[in-house]
């Protein structure tokens, strides 16, 4: 059964500080999603990476994904607070007769002047 | 496009009672998920549906949920009888299954079983 693992779970940290989110998985799989959710919404789609050695970058965030193994990460480059939300990482689990996406618990962020 | 829309917004009933939660997904997709979100329990995935057939109830949590889909337009996420531990945050959300699965997710509906 295919596990999704983030750490941290709480990130607390300073405008203008740099810092990385870490989402493992515990099965092979090629694709991963990253989601954001600001408090009392929606999940918003951030990333998608289809292979490894991919890398998105929107703005501040960045992410990359190294499927040999199995991790993913979001690096928040100079933080704002606009950045303070939840971010998720997601992943394709796919069988014969399934393909849906695994989510992690999620790192919630908190970014204080 | 309006993005996947769910209704109603905001849900407050009794225990006993039934609720029925609503969506309807981006026009064109054919995937369609139902998701539980608590505080405890963070995301659960209860169903989910390619061209209008349920594919995998697994995170129903019991006979108490039923979710159908009658048309590539409309879902219906049913309980009965609610309970308080119920009370969540329920998300619908979409995907065109091709060279991603990713989702779409809408507004949510916020139920409350009192």
């Known amino acids: 059964e295919l596990k999704v693992e983030q750490n941290p779970l709480f990130l607390s940290m300073q405008e203008g500080k740099n810092y990385t989110i870490y989402c493992n998985y515990s099965?092979?799989?090629?694709?991963l999603y990253w989601y954001r959710q600001d408090p009392g919404k929606s999940l918003e789609s951030l990333f998608v990476?289809?292979?490894?050695?991919a890398v998105k970058q929107e703005g501040r965030l960045m992410a990359s994904l190294d499927t040999k193994a199995r991790l993913s990460t979001l690096h928040i480059t100079a933080a704002v607070h606009d950045l303070s939300a939840t971010y998720f990482c997601?992943?394709?689990?796919?069988?014969?007769?399934?393909?849906?996406?695994?989510f992690g618990t999620g790192t919630r962020l908190q970014v204080f002047p | 496009d309006a993005g996947v829309i769910q209704s109603p917004r905001h849900e407050v009933t009794e225990m006993g009672q039934e609720v029925t939660l609503r969506c309807k997904p981006i026009?064109?997709?054919?995937?369609l998920f139902w998701y539980r979100q608590t505080m405890m329990r963070g995301l659960e995935l209860l169903i989910y549906?390619?061209?209008?057939?349920?594919?995998?109830d697994s995170g129903m949590p019991e006979d108490r949920f039923s979710a159908k889909m009658p048309n590539a337009s409309f879902s219906t996420l049913k309980i009965q009888p609610s309970e308080p531990r119920d009370s969540a945050v329920y998300f619908c959300?979409?995907?065109?299954?091709?060279?991603?699965?990713?989702?779409?997710f809408g507004p949510g509906t916020r139920l409350t079983v009192t």
């Open positions: 959300a979409s995907s065109l299954r091709g060279l991603t699965y990713e989702q779409y």
């Open positions: 099965t092979t799989s090629d694709r």
């Open positions: 990476l289809l292979s490894n050695g």
């Open positions: 997601a992943v394709e689990a796919r069988s014969y007769n399934t393909d849906k996406l695994i």
């Open positions: 026009s064109g997709h054919n995937s």
């Open positions: 549906f390619n061209n209008n057939v349920p594919i995998d």
